[in-house]
C-alpha cells in the first residue's frame, strides 16, 4: 500500500522559513519523481514544483523555494524562505511515473494528505 505523509506545515512570520517533508512507503521512491503542490481555500491546486534528475519550479516560488530528495530515506523536501501571506495553503507532495517534468495534478498517481501552512503578520 501506497502512502505519503507530509509534515512539517505550522503557522510563520512573513519572511520566515520552513521545511515540509514526505515520506514515501509502499514506492521504489528512487524511481518516482516527486511533485509540490498547495491549493489555498477557494482555489485551484497550484504546481509549485517538481523534482526527478532536475528541478523545476512555478514562477511564483522560483528563487524563494527549494525541492530535494533523500533517496535512501524515501524522503521528500520543500525548503521554504521568505514566505509570504499568499503562500498560505495545504501543501501537498505527490509521485509520478513521467520521468518527463510534469506541474499537471492529473499527471500525478499518489497524493499526501498535505501539511497546512499559514503565513502572518
Known amino acids: 500500500q501506497v502512502h505519503l505523509v507530509e509534515s512539517g506545515g505550522g503557522l510563520v512570520q512573513i519572511g520566515g522559513s520552513l521545511r515540509l517533508s514526505c515520506v514515501v512507503s509502499?514506492?521504489?521512491?528512487?524511481?518516482?519523481?516527486m511533485g509540490w503542490f498547495r491549493q489555498a481555500p477557494g482555489k485551484e491546486r497550484e504546481p509549485i514544483g517538481w523534482?526527478?534528475?532536475?528541478?523545476v519550479y512555478a514562477d511564483s516560488v522560483k528563487g524563494r523555494f527549494t525541492c530535494s530528495r533523500d533517496n535512501a530515506k524515501n524522503t521528500l523536501y520543500l525548503q521554504m524562505n521568505s514566505l509570504k501571506p499568499e503562500d498560505t495553503a495545504v501543501y501537498y507532495c505527490?509521485?509520478?511515473?513521467?520521468?518527463?517534468?510534469?506541474?499537471?495534478?492529473?499527471?500525478?498517481?499518489?497524493w499526501g494528505q498535505g501539511t497546512q501552512v499559514t503565513v502572518s503578520s
Open positions: 505527490a509521485a509520478t511515473r513521467r520521468v518527463l517534468p510534469t506541474m499537471t495534478p492529473t499527471e500525478y498517481n499518489y
Open positions: 509502499g514506492l521504489t521512491f528512487s524511481r518516482m519523481a
Open positions: 523534482i526527478g534528475v532536475g528541478t
